[in-house]
């Protein structure tokens, strides 16, 4: 029987340098593997914390596995799903 692959989900993100405290907004994301129902959240300009709260659901079973700010504005999250 073959073992599933690990799933993987990178996703950089930004803010608005003019709105101080402004949302963390999606600027890329690329999957490996499957993200199953939440490719929807994942689009350009999403909100991050939507995209995060669907693939850490339950159900779903992502787990960050490395975050990191690149600039006071700006970074990425890498995201892993073990079946």
Do not use: E, H
């Not at 999606?26 to 689009?43: D, M, Q």
């Amino acid at each position: 029987m073959a073992t599933r692959q690990t799933d993987l989900v990178l996703i950089t993100w930004s803010r608005n340098p003019l709105v101080p405290g402004s949302a963390r907004r999606i600027t890329a994301s690329r999957v490996i593997g499957n993200a199953g129902p939440c490719l929807p959240s994942l689009r350009v300009n999403g909100l991050l914390r939507t995209a995060l709260a669907c693939l850490q659901d339950n159900d779903i079973g992502f787990k960050i596995m490395y975050s990191k700010k690149t600039s006071s504005i700006s970074g990425y999250v890498l995201l892993q799903r073990n079946s």
